[in-house]
Structure formats: C-alpha cells, structure tokens
C-alpha cells in the first residue's frame, strides 16, 4: 500500500510538472491528392498550432476481409508513404510538430471498431497484413522524425480477440521507431485497452455525449463534461499516462453535443454558437488538468482557403468562429 502511494504521488508530481509545459496544440491535416505547399502549412501555423496529425490510409473491402490495401498508385497522394513524409516535412518546416496516425477505411463507412474475423486462418491474415500496414508507417514516421505514432484507430473488436498480437506489434514498432507511442481509441473504448503501460500516451477519440441542448452554453457544456472529466484522470492514475485526445470536435449544427460522433448528413441547419461553445468547453475544462496532454482538433483541409465557412454544418473549424477562438487558446496554452 506504501509502494502504491509513493507511485501515485510520483506520477502526480511528474504530471504536475509537465502542466507547466506547453500542450500539444494541434489539428487533423486531412490528407488531399495533391502536395501540401508553404501556404497549406502556414494557415496551420497561423492559429499557433504547434503539432498536427498526418494520416496514412489502408482500405478493406468489408468487416470480414482479412487483406489491407495501402500505399498504392490508387490513392490520393496525402493517404501514401511518400505523401505523408512530404506532408510532415512542410509542416516541420513552420516548427510543427508531428504525429502519423494510420487509419482504415473501410468500404462505404462501416466503423473499424466492429472489424472482426470469423476463423483463425483470417485472424492471421489480418495480423500479418495490419502488421505490414503498421510497420511501413514506423518506418516513415522515424525517418522524418516525427514526435508520437498511433498505432491504430478505433479498432476495439480486434483488440479484444486478439490482445496477444497488440503487445507483439507494439514490440515490432518499437524496433524500427524511436518516439512517442499512442493509440487512438475511441471515447466509449478507451477504459478496456489492456496495453496502455506499453505506450506513452492514453488516446482517446474524445467524442464523449457533452449535451442535449440545440445550442448549450459554454457553462452548460462544462458541467456535461464533469463525469467524463473524472473517469479520464482516473484512468489516467491508473495506467500512469496522461491523455492525449487523438481527435476531438464538434460540428457546426444543431445538437453538436449530443451525439458529437455523427458524420451523416441526416443533422440539418448551421449552427456555429453550438460548434463555438462546446469546443470553449473541452478546452477551459481539460486544458489546465496536468494529467491531460492536449489534442488533434478533427478535421483541417490543406487548402484552407476553399474549405468551411458560413455554409458548412461539418467538423472543420476552418473560416468559422470557432478558428479565432483555436487560436487565441493554443496561444495561451503554448507557453
């Protein structure tokens, strides 16, 4: 019992002092068919970004296909090994950090969480193949030196059945990358993820339910936030890491916190008081807690200049209220 104080006062003491360090400040670079050029990166920089997430995909036909595809002359540029490094490059180039997050499609939008194999030979298939998908984007994120890789996203029925492998390929990731390990689950995953002790970082996808109102208040939206606020540092405690959220946001529309997961276009209307309020919130909130690291705002286009705005109901802060309110946050907290 001694021992365990001791060690919680000691992760405590440690997350208390990385509060005083400036957070991870960051958006979701959403990968495009073409290069990311200076003025793609320097709208990033202009809401004093420090760190964005560069995302490599791999695409499965359905739920029971074992075979990834990835890295092919089939896919838009940003989504490749060769589009990633160039993405990363021009980024570190304005003095932005870098996370490589890999992620699956899989076809017509079936969630990864429910990926799951009916037969041994397909499980191993889908090992073998994750592992190649994985390990080629290791190897790219340590050439360009990036700061944290993901090791997979929002993938909790592959995880479950097959919690062996996970700690055998982060072990594999290990040997060929040198930084900082994550993995982003998703916010009603997060608590079951056996394998956090092996990584440097808790993700979460933070789509936590904030609200029912049409438009909350930035107060109403805080108070939402209290449990989940308690269940984080506890998990947090627990596991010894702090939380980093692997992306978060709301859209611009009506009821943004109710369900903030939903990406359909069955949620009609604009509203950019509900998008403003909740992501004040989430920031105000979580922001000052020493156990919690920062986060990867979901989604920024590179060409920032034709993406949101008035018109758009979707995830994107760009052009809208909620960008001038990004930036003088990530300012306060970059110091």
Same mark, same amino acid.
């Not at 992760?11 to 957070?23: E, Y």
């Not at 003095?95 to 990864?112: A, C, D, L, Y």
């Not at 390929?169 to 040997?175: A, H, P, R």
């Given at each position: 019992?001694?021992? @365990?104080?001791?060690?919680?006062? /000691?992760? =405590?003491?440690?997350?208390?002092?990385?509060?005083?360090?400036?957070?991870?400040?960051?958006?979701?670079?959403?990968?495009?068919?073409?290069?990311?050029?200076?003025?793609?990166?320097?709208?990033?920089?202009?809401?004093?970004?420090?760190?964005?997430?560069?995302?490599?995909?791999?695409?499965?036909?359905?739920?029971?296909?074992?075979?990834?595809?990835?890295?092919?002359?089939?896919?838009?540029?940003?989504?490749?090994?060769?589009?990633? @490094?160039?993405?990363?490059?021009?980024?570190?180039?304005?003095?932005?950090?870098? @996370? =490589?997050? &890999?992620? %699956?499609?899989?076809?017509?939008?079936?969630?990864? !969480?429910?990926?799951?194999?009916?037969?041994?030979?397909?499980?191993?298939?889908?090992?073998?193949?994750?592992?190649? $998908?994985?390990?080629?984007?290791?190897?790219?994120?340590?050439?360009?030196? /990036?700061?944290?890789?993901?090791?997979?996203?929002?993938?909790? +029925?592959?995880?479950?059945?097959?919690?062996?492998?996970?700690?055998?390929?982060?072990?594999?990731?290990?040997?060929?990358?040198?930084?900082?390990?994550?993995?982003?689950?998703?916010?009603?995953?997060?608590?079951?993820? &056996?394998?956090?002790?092996?990584?440097?970082?808790? !993700?979460?996808?933070?789509?936590? &339910?904030?609200?029912?109102?049409?438009? &909350?208040?930035?107060?109403?939206?805080?108070?939402?936030?209290?449990?989940?606020?308690?269940?984080?540092?506890?998990?947090?405690?627990?596991?010894?890491?702090? %939380?980093? $959220?692997?992306?978060?946001?709301?859209?611009?529309?009506? $009821?943004?916190?109710?369900?903030?997961?939903?990406?359909?276009?069955?949620?009609?209307?604009?509203?950019?008081?509900?998008?403003?309020?909740?992501?004040? /919130?989430?920031?105000?909130?979580?922001?000052?807690?020493?156990?919690?690291?920062?986060?990867? %705002?979901?989604?920024?286009?590179?060409?920032?200049?034709?993406?949101?705005?008035?018109?758009?109901?979707? $995830?994107?802060? +760009?052009?809208?209220?909620?960008?001038?309110?990004?930036?003088?946050?990530?300012?306060?907290?970059?110091?």
């Amino acid at each position: 019992m001694k021992n @365990m104080i001791l060690l919680l006062f /000691a992760f =405590v003491l440690l997350a208390s002092c990385d509060a005083q360090q400036s957070k991870i400040n960051a958006v979701s670079f959403v990968a495009a068919g073409i290069e990311a050029a200076e003025e793609h990166v320097v709208a990033v920089k202009r809401i004093n970004a420090n760190y964005a997430t560069v995302m490599p995909f791999g695409f499965i036909k359905d739920l029971e296909t074992p075979e990834i595809m990835h890295n092919t002359d089939r896919q838009w540029f940003g989504e490749t090994k060769a589009g990633i @490094m160039q993405y990363a490059r021009m980024l570190q180039k304005q003095n932005i950090s870098v @996370m =490589v997050k &890999p992620q %699956i499609w899989i076809w017509r939008g079936e969630f990864t !969480g429910y990926l799951k194999m009916d037969s041994e030979e397909k499980w191993k298939q889908l090992e073998d193949s994750y592992t190649a $998908f994985i390990l080629t984007y290791a190897e790219a994120a340590q050439e360009v030196n /990036a700061e944290i890789f993901c090791i997979g996203t929002e993938l909790e +029925q592959f995880i479950n059945h097959r919690p062996e492998y996970w700690s055998t390929l982060i072990s594999e990731v290990k040997k060929v990358y040198k930084g900082k390990l994550t993995y982003a689950a998703n916010w009603d995953e997060y608590k079951r993820v &056996p394998f956090w002790k092996e990584l440097d970082y808790i !993700g979460v996808d933070a789509y936590f &339910p904030i609200s029912e109102s049409k438009t &909350p208040s930035v107060e109403e939206a805080k108070k939402g936030w209290q449990n989940w606020k308690k269940e984080l540092f506890e998990v947090s405690t627990i596991h010894e890491r702090p %939380i980093v $959220f692997t992306e978060y946001g709301y859209r611009s529309v009506d $009821f943004a916190g109710k369900e903030p997961w939903k990406s359909d276009r069955s949620m009609p209307g604009i509203n950019m008081e509900a998008q403003t309020n909740l992501t004040k /919130a989430l920031i105000e909130e979580l922001y000052p807690e020493s156990w919690f690291k920062g986060g990867f %705002i979901w989604k920024w286009f590179i060409e920032h200049d034709k993406v949101g705005g008035a018109e758009n109901n979707q $995830f994107t802060p +760009q052009n809208k209220p909620v960008e001038e309110e990004l930036k003088r946050y990530f300012s306060l907290y970059s110091k």
